[in-house]
């Protein structure tokens, strides 16, 4: 199974500020996505992230609101910038890997409060 | 774009009994459905899945069923146990790997001891 790092696991960070998180994996992947799950919610995409090519947003995420990068196939950052509280969510990387059955892919989560 | 619609939002069941959760997907094109488990604190990890090939999956206590005519999917667990109590998302997507998961608004399953 493909192991997804991800970093932080948490953070408090003042409104205005922007966070960076981090989310490394194993093997190389093709396709990386990012997902906000607010508390008591479903996962939300927020984009995709292709290996040299620009990310693709989905309705009511913006790339000046959350830069992605990709700079290899297993390496991907997600920056949540001019926070406000109502950013403060839990942020998950995930990965479709290609095994002896499909499936996506988890990393552990980047819990966000905004004070 | 797809939509997936899941009920109930909160299930509670005996220790023992059955519990069932469905989905409802809006697009006909839609090919793998997915269910993932995720404990209070924890990341969602994948429990069972199926594919529009196929009418139904079973895995132990844990079965998946697929109407492709209808557009609608299932969770059985049966036997339901303490460790089952978490929530349940379904997912649905038209070409996995290539493009993305679409969720459900998920399940909370409590199992009452």
């Known amino acids: 199974s493909a192991v997804i790092s991800q970093k932080p696991s948490r953070d408090i960070c003042q409104r205005g500020t922007s966070l960076t998180i981090q989310c490394q994996v194993d093997?190389?992947?093709?396709?990386m996505f990012w997902y906000r799950q607010q508390p008591g919610q479903s996962l939300t995409l927020i984009a995709t992230?292709?290996?040299?090519?620009?990310?693709?947003?989905e309705s009511g995420f913006v790339i000046d609101k959350f830069p992605i990068s990709r700079p290899n196939l297993t390496f991907s950052t997600l920056t949540v910038s001019n926070m406000s509280p109502e950013d403060s969510s839990i942020y998950l990387c995930?990965?479709?890997?290609?095994?002896?059955?499909?499936?996506?892919?988890f990393g552990q989560g980047t819990r966000l409060t905004v004070v | 774009g797809e939509n997936v619609e899941q009920h109930p939002s909160t299930l509670s069941v005996q220790e023992g009994d059955s519990a069932v959760i469905k989905c409802t997907y809006s697009?006909?094109?839609?090919?793998?459905f997915p269910w993932y488990k995720q404990e209070l604190g924890k990341r969602p990890q994948l429990i069972i899945d199926i594919r529009s090939n196929v009418g139904e999956k079973k895995d132990q206590r844990i079965a998946v069923t697929l109407n492709k005519t209808a557009k609608h999917f299932s969770l059985h667990i049966t036997e339901t146990q303490p460790e089952d109590s978490a929530v349940y998302f379904c997912?649905?997507?038209?070409?996995?790997?290539?493009?993305?998961?679409?969720f459900g608004t998920g399940t909370r399953l409590t199992i009452i001891p």
């Open positions: 093997s190389q992947v093709t396709m």
């Open positions: 992230a292709n290996q040299g090519s620009e990310a693709t947003y």
């Open positions: 995930s990965v479709e890997a290609e095994l002896t059955v499909t499936e996506a892919f």
């Open positions: 997912a649905a997507s038209k070409n996995f790997g290539n493009e993305k998961l679409t």
């Open positions: 697009d006909s094109a839609s090919n793998y």
